[in-house]
């Protein structure tokens, strides 16, 4: 594997971790354990019966330079910032469905991540490039629209003659 196809597995990894960061590791471990797939020098700790069974890895030679780890670290906070918003938006809704269907989707985003990350894993980062500036420009979009209504707000307050007292 050339050292951009790592790069973009790892950045994919890192997304999918921000999500479900145990099933992330245990995925790729089971993989690398029972040799379905050729795992990346720094991804072989996790098929280690020790790391599967705590699901946690870390690179043994320190192979990971600065740059790919301060990268996957910036896109795992990312995703998990994402996944923490919806699920305080969900957690407003009076029933437990959406919850539990939240759950089982970032379930299966996660499997289904892991598994076009090994198979197509270009096609997956440009998913996850198109999505993640999708979500950019809506937040963007919803920060630009409450700005303006406060602002809108406070200059209607300052213009508006006081009522007088009776």
């Keep these: 594997m050339s050292e951009a196809h790592v790069f973009a597995i790892g950045i994919l990894l890192a997304w999918m971790a ?3 960061a145990y099933l992330t590791v ?7 354990y029972f040799g379905w797939l050729d795992l990346p020098q720094a991804l072989e700790a996790t098929s280690s019966p020790w790391v599967l069974g705590v699901s946690a890895a870390m690179s043994p030679d320190g192979e990971l ?9 910036g896109t795992a906070l990312v995703s998990h910032a994402l996944k923490a918003g919806s ?5 407003t809704s009076p029933e437990p469905v959406s919850n539990w269907t939240a759950s089982v989707a970032e379930d299966t985003a996660v499997i289904g991540g892991l598994a076009l990350v090994w198979s197509h ?16 420009l809506v937040i963007w979009w919803l920060w630009r629209k409450v700005f303006r209504g406060v602002s809108r707000l406070l200059t209607s307050a300052e213009s508006s003659p006081p009522t007088p007292a009776s």
């Design 121 to 136: 894993p270009w096609i997956a980062l440009a998913i996850l490039i198109t999505v993640g500036v999708g979500v950019f």
């Design 26 to 32: 245990f995925g790729v471990g089971i993989a690398g």
């Design 18 to 20: 921000g999500i479900r």
């Design 65 to 73: 330079g600065a740059g790919m780890l301060a990268a996957g670290a």
């Design 87 to 91: 699920r305080a938006l969900l957690n």
